[in-house]
Structures are given as structure tokens and as C-alpha cells.
Nanobody, 126 residues
Framework: QVQLVESGGGSVEAGGSLRLSCAAS????????MGWFRQAPGKVREGVAA????????NYADSVKGRFTISQDNAKNTLYLQMNSLKPEDTARYYC???????????????????WGQGTQVTVSS
């Protein structure tokens, strides 16, 4: 069982930046997938970015490529999402997720992730 706690959300003006953090209780495997998802009111949850903890390729949604960066600090069991050039359409609740499997590449499909944090709100004003 992995417990995830997000932090770092808040309100920012368009063009601004935020960094989200996700503290994991423990890593149960040497390499597994972690990701960031978001859900805006009235919309389905969207996979924003994913990364294999053991190293490999990152996977971004087209809507955030070039603006968001997913990274990890294995020594701290922490996942990050650096968000730059934020837009009002980035407004959503952001969730950290972890899978029971890993590899050199991770999908952004919600069904592939077993553990979820409570989420942190990001609001971008125009």
C-alpha cells in the first residue's frame, strides 16, 4: 500500500508558475510508475504527466507539453510537477497517483494507477 499526499497548489495569475509536490509513504518496488492527473468541474479526470521511478521516458499530455515538467527525488520519496506559463484552462484539482507496475515508460491512463492522493487545487485567473 502506498499513501500519497499532495501539496503546493494555490491561486496564480495566467503566465505564472506553481510547483506541486507529492510525498509517497514508501516505494514498494524498485521501479514503478507515478503520475499527475487533474480534474476540472464537469470534466473527466485527465492524465497530465507520468514518469517511471526507476528512470526512463516521461509522458505528457499535449496540452501541457513544453510548460509542465514531471520529476522525482527518490531519496525523498517525492514526486514533483513544475508548472510554468499557466493558463486559466489549467484550473483543476490535481492528483498524484502511483501504479503497482513499472517499466521504461508509463501510460497516463487512469485505470493503470492503483493509489491516489487527495488532490490539491490549482486556480489560474486571467
Amino acid at each position: 500500500q502506498v499513501q500519497l499526499v499532495e501539496s503546493g497548489g494555490g491561486s496564480v495569475e495566467a503566465g505564472g508558475s506553481l510547483r506541486l509536490s507529492c510525498a509517497a509513504s514508501r516505494y514498494t518496488h524498485s521501479s514503478y510508475c507515478m503520475g499527475w492527473f487533474r480534474q476540472a468541474p464537469g470534466k473527466v479526470r485527465e492524465g497530465v504527466a507520468a514518469i517511471p521511478t526507476g528512470g526512463g521516458s516521461t509522458n505528457y499530455a499535449d496540452s501541457v507539453k513544453g510548460r509542465f515538467t514531471i520529476s522525482q527525488d527518490n531519496a525523498k520519496n517525492t514526486l514533483y510537477l513544475q508548472m510554468n506559463s499557466l493558463k486559466p484552462e489549467d484550473t483543476a484539482r490535481y492528483y498524484c497517483a502511483a501504479a503497482d507496475w513499472g517499466g521504461n515508460w508509463c501510460s497516463r491512463l487512469e485505470s493503470h494507477f492503483s493509489y491516489w492522493g487527495q488532490g490539491t487545487q490549482v486556480t489560474v485567473s486571467s
